[in-house]
């Protein structure tokens, strides 16, 4: 009975370690995934924030990552199932992603607080970006 047990217990460890999910035909690289994963982040963000932005430029999410990335509807499920699928991984490209996402904003934020105004009549003036 212990055998059995043990053999259970060591059969279901080591079935942990790999990922269930088969490797796509098309595997996309990690950095890739995480380029797509970051665009996705962005257009839904702007989708939540100036939906009719979009409309007006007859921007799709999905259509718009696929023509980007030079890839089908199910070459990016397949994708993002198996790395999904390895919750370490997953965890650790979106992590690069947010790190992005956060370094984007910090640049857009030196960028409207660095400006200089050109011009004396205030309702007329015009703010330039410095750059460091």
Do not use: W
């Not at 993002?80 to 857009?108: C, F, G, S, W």
């Amino acid at each position: 009975m212990r055998k059995i047990l043990c053999s259970l217990i060591l059969l279901s460890l080591l079935g942990c370690n790999k990922n269930p999910v088969p490797t796509p035909d098309n595997l996309l690289g990690e950095d890739v995934m995480v380029d797509i994963l970051y665009d996705i982040a962005l257009l839904q963000a702007a989708d939540g924030y100036v939906p009719e932005k979009l409309a007006s430029n007859n921007i799709k999410t999905n259509s718009f990552i696929y023509e980007k990335y030079k890839i089908d509807s199910l070459t990016y499920y397949q994708n993002h199932k198996y790395y999904a699928a390895d919750i370490k991984l997953y965890n650790k490209m979106y992590k690069k992603v947010i790190d992005r996402i956060e370094q984007k904003t910090k640049n857009l934020e030196n960028v409207t607080t660095k400006s200089e105004k050109v011009g004396d009549d205030e309702s007329k003036a015009v703010y330039i970006p410095v750059q460091d």
